[in-house]
């Protein structure tokens, strides 16, 4: 088969479609021939080498797929070959096969096209667990989501809507903020003229926001605090502002607020099936009943995975970057 290495870490230049073996299921895995994947920033951090692969995952980047089940290792029930699929991945997706822990595997939403499939676990799984499993964002409270133009963020516009809470964005130009609107956003920030801190305690009376999803980090921890309401959770999802910054205790004491950091790929194969099944419980209804949809920017070919990290490095989309196998 064909998947795209890392010759060395670096620029885009550096991702190349090789020849290498075929992966071959374990215990509880299952081989997926791949349809589609997409562009995550873990993905151009693996590229540049400042995010190594988890002990024991596949050294390609690709933190999910899509696709349709070739073989089913030892002790796999509740799959069939032939089966339409979408996976969480510790890596491997950009490439015609992976394997994939049974617990990590979805099926395609009803309604969802086979490839743009490939655009919902890394995000809805992210979602998810942050905002919901471990936030507990109620309806009638407000989440603030940094990036709302983002994969993760028109996901997460979309399901904080669905179970009723307010949604403020940030975002970089008015096209981006008027597509948050679109999806239901209620309070449009574009951060580049405009103070977060400010413009969500306007549209609050001073209360603040609830939960804060955040990808920038070190950058905006002070002020994420600062918004956060009294009893709020920020949600660290990123380090694009970098990944160390001051926290001010005293402030988060009076807020009686939480700060959590979190990430996906190295979590146990438990816990990530724990997650999978509590999106495919709560999520999947969503997108199948039409309330929440994919979002997705272009479709690359992944012989030109290099183009498709050109596109999210420059942050001109809207949603998610797919790459599409030869094959497909």
């Not at 151009?44 to 080498?49: C, P």
């Not at 490839?115 to 499993?133: D, G, H, I, R, Y």
């Amino acid at each position: 088969m064909h998947a795209i290495t890392i010759s060395e870490p670096g620029g885009p230049e550096n991702l190349t479609w090789t020849e290498v073996p075929d992966p071959v299921p374990g215990e509880g895995e299952v081989l997926v021939e791949v349809v589609a994947s997409a562009v995550n920033r873990a993905d151009i951090m693996q590229r540049q080498g400042y995010y190594d692969p988890p002990p024991g995952a596949s050294a390609y980047p690709g933190l999910e797929c899509s696709g349709r089940i070739a073989a089913l290792g030892p002790g796999v029930s509740g799959w069939s070959v032939g089966d339409e699929v979408c996976a969480l991945l510790s890596g491997g997706g950009y490439a015609q096969k992976v394997v994939v822990p049974a617990g990590q595997l979805l099926p395609v939403p009803e309604g969802v096209d086979l490839k743009q499939a490939a655009a919902l676990p890394e995000v809805a799984c992210t979602v998810w667990s942050n905002v919901f499993m471990l936030a507990h964002l109620r309806p009638g409270e407000l989440l603030l989501v940094h990036g709302g133009s983002s994969g993760i963020g028109t996901m997460a516009i979309q399901l904080a809507k669905a179970i009723g809470a307010r949604v403020a964005v940030t975002a970089g130009t008015k096209e981006k903020l008027d597509f948050c609107a679109e999806l239901g956003a209620d309070i449009l920030i574009n951060y580049r003229d405009q103070d977060f801190v400010a413009e969500v305690a306007r549209a609050t009376d001073g209360k603040g926001a609830d939960v804060i999803l955040d990808n920038m980090g070190a950058k905006y921890l002070d002020r994420n605090v600062e918004t956060l309401a009294v009893n709020g959770r920020l949600m660290i999802i990123g380090m694009q502002g970098g990944t160390k910054g001051e926290l001010n205790i005293g402030l988060l004491l009076g807020k009686r607020g939480a700060v959590s950091a979190t990430s996906l790929r190295a979590r146990p194969l438990s816990e990530k099936a724990a997650i999978v099944a509590a999106v495919r419980e709560h999520v999947w209804p969503l997108i199948a009943s039409g309330v929440v949809r994919p979002v997705v920017d272009r479709e690359v070919p992944m012989t030109d995975a290099a183009e498709g990290h050109r596109v999210v490095e420059g942050s001109g989309h809207i949603g998610k970057v797919l790459l599409v196998t030869p094959s497909a």
